[in-house]
């Protein structure tokens, strides 16, 4: 059973910045896609960004490219959401997540991860 803790949310002003990270344990094996998602209060959780095994397939949603930058750190086990010029609709509870079957490909749908975080809170005030 993979385990995954985010930190690094908090409250920041419109055109601040703000990184998230995402440390990984527990499973049978470390190899595996890592993404994030948020959702916002009333609306269906969404993708952000997503990142595969090896680092060699990064997917943005449209929302945030050049905005954000996804990386991952395979020796910490660790997965990194670098977020520049936020916006108040920025503003929601961010999870990372791990794709089911220690799949190592990237992907943009909230099925193929079957390991979630408890989220972090980010608010963006205008």
């Known amino acids: 059973q993979v385990q995954l803790v985010e930190s690094g949310g908090g409250l920041v002003q419109a055109g601040g910045s703000l990184r998230l990270s995402c440390a990984a344990s527990?499973?049978?094996?470390?190899?595996?896609?890592m993404g994030w998602f948020r959702q916002a209060p009333g609306k269906e959780r969404e993708f952000v960004a997503a990142i595969s095994w090896i680092g060699g397939t990064i997917l943005y949603a449209d929302s945030v490219k050049g905005r954000f930058t996804i990386s991952r750190d395979n020796d910490k086990n660790t997965v990194y959401l670098q977020m520049n010029s936020l916006t108040p609709e920025d503003t929601a509870l961010y999870y990372c997540a791990a794709r089911k079957f220690y799949l190592v490909h990237a992907t943009t749908h909230t099925d193929d991860y079957g390991y979630w975080g408890q989220g972090t809170q980010v608010t963006v005030s205008s």
């Open positions: 527990g499973g049978t094996s470390s190899n595996y896609a």
